[in-house]
């Protein structure tokens, strides 16, 4: 399989990525929960670690002042937004994202922030400003967007004054605060003719990077919305990347035991089939919704956690750290409440930073219409093996889902001297060598000639 081939609908792909997000992977912070503090300021002492991990963007949750109406906990969720021009008292000051922002780019790492287009608090002033803004139901009463959603409220997208008052406060924070991008939250539920003039704009100020929350999967569980639309094409003006969540919900599977790992084949042949090569897909083990409401990765993958982690930061896309993963976190933090991660000396800060290390600096692992040439290669169905080319640069990866070590057979694309990247020992391979991969085990190995 190679990751140049043409793909149909290649010519609606118009956006340009910014240079800079060519060998990035990226980092998820709940500033809430980072430390005893909770504050930008105190987080921004994580960012040399983070940036000798590897990472290139760091994603911020919702910053923004947190409605009390409705509030769910104590101090609510971060995604029932007060105020779009505001900063969350909670985290600091303007000056304090600024501050962090600098920090970031200092670092050589770009910041994004999460964005709530979709629906506000019940006590964000529009609603009583603006009350045309919002979706209202037969009676005239205006509604969440999901019933389960009672904190928030729904924005109605007919209107041409919220699209130029969102607009408005997107170009504000890359203006006021120097940030980069956004992760958009449910992207796919606010018009995609929103976002595609909204990035045109942004764009016109600096290159910015554009994360949406979708994924034709989206809703997952079975559950259904009523106002779903799989075809959002959102990937072809407006957004670099989106979540790889077919993958996620396979790798889940998999531990389960319903599904084998060699499908997973079958999910990079549908997302090419599905995006064009240029688009970045997003690939994960946990993220703030996974962790809170459906389990950390150990409760959910058990001892392919760290495998499965591999995979994710191999495979051609973009791979996510969330806040604690580097900490082997096995708990679900908190959603509205305060519940400070105990950091542990960080026992997997070198499991991550070997990952994303070779991500950032080798040929190869480029994201995007730069990935190299994709080969699968022979392996038992509950093990996955292949290389990514670029030129005579090549790296070699084989994980094992089974408890029973794997001994695997190399084949002949695979020869000549082979440096262990975990391990630090350079092997000479040969055709029809057994490689030993342990159970629930990986290699990752860096072609040196």
Not at 5 to 19: A, D, G, I
Not at 170 to 175: A, I, K, P, S
Not at 262 to 279: F, I, Q, S, T, W
Not at 418 to 429: P, Q, R
Request: net charge negative.
């Amino acid at each position: 399989m190679s990751d140049f081939t043409p793909h149909p609908q290649e010519h609606l792909f118009q956006v340009q990525h910014p240079e800079w997000a060519a060998h990035a992977s990226i980092y998820e912070v709940n500033v809430r929960q980072y430390t005893p503090e909770g504050t930008f300021r105190a987080f921004a002492e994580h960012l040399p670690r983070l940036a000798a991990m590897g990472i290139g963007i760091v994603w911020l949750m919702p910053i923004h002042p947190i409605g009390k109406l409705h509030r769910k906990g104590t101090l609510g969720s971060q995604y029932a937004v007060r105020d779009y021009f505001g900063v969350n008292p909670e985290f600091g000051t303007l000056d304090d994202l600024r501050h962090l922002v600098q920090e970031a780019h200092r670092l050589d790492m770009h910041v994004i922030l999460d964005w709530v287009a979709n629906h506000t608090s019940w006590d964000n002033p529009l609603v009583a400003e603006h009350p045309e803004w919002f979706t209202k139901d037969e009676n005239g009463k205006m509604v969440p967007p999901i019933p389960d959603w009672e904190d928030v409220v729904d924005l109605d997208y007919d209107s041409q004054e919220l699209r130029r008052y969102m607009t408005d406060a997107l170009l504000y924070w890359v203006r006021e605060a120097g940030i980069d991008g956004y992760r958009c939250d449910v992207a796919g539920l606010v018009p995609t003719d929103f976002w595609d003039a909204a990035r045109q704009e942004l764009d016109q100020l600096k290159p910015v990077f554009m994360l949406a929350e979708w994924d034709e999967l989206y809703p997952s569980g079975g559950q259904t919305w009523e106002n779903f639309n799989s075809n959002t094409r959102l990937l072809e003006r407006a957004f670099d990347m989106t979540f790889g969540l077919r993958l996620h919900y396979l790798l889940d599977h998999v531990a389960e035991g319903k599904n084998q790992l060699c499908e997973v084949d079958a999910y990079l042949a549908e997302e090419r089939a599905k995006y064009p090569r240029g688009v970045y897909l997003m690939h994960f083990t946990s993220n703030h919704d996974v962790n809170s409401w459906d389990g950390t990765e150990y409760e959910r993958l058990g001892e392919n956690a760290l495998p499965f982690a591999v995979l994710c930061a191999q495979l051609p896309g973009m791979p996510l750290v969330y806040t604690g993963q580097e900490a082997a976190l096995n708990k679900r933090l908190a959603f509205f409440d305060k519940d400070t991660i105990d950091w542990n000396d960080y026992p997997l800060q070198a499991f991550y930073t070997t990952l994303l290390q070779l991500k950032k600096r080798h040929a190869a692992l480029h994201n995007g219409a730069r990935e190299s040439r994709f080969e699968r290669l022979p392996a038992p169905d509950a093990a996955f093996a292949f290389t990514r080319r670029h030129g005579n640069a090549a790296v070699l990866v084989v994980v094992n889902s089974t408890p029973t070590p794997l001994g695997w057979t190399l084949p002949a694309t695979v020869a000549n001297a082979w440096y262990d990247v975990f391990s630090g020992l350079t092997e000479e391979l040969t055709p029809g060598q057994m490689l030993t991969v342990e159970g629930h085990g990986w290699r990752v190995l860096e072609y040196v000639g």
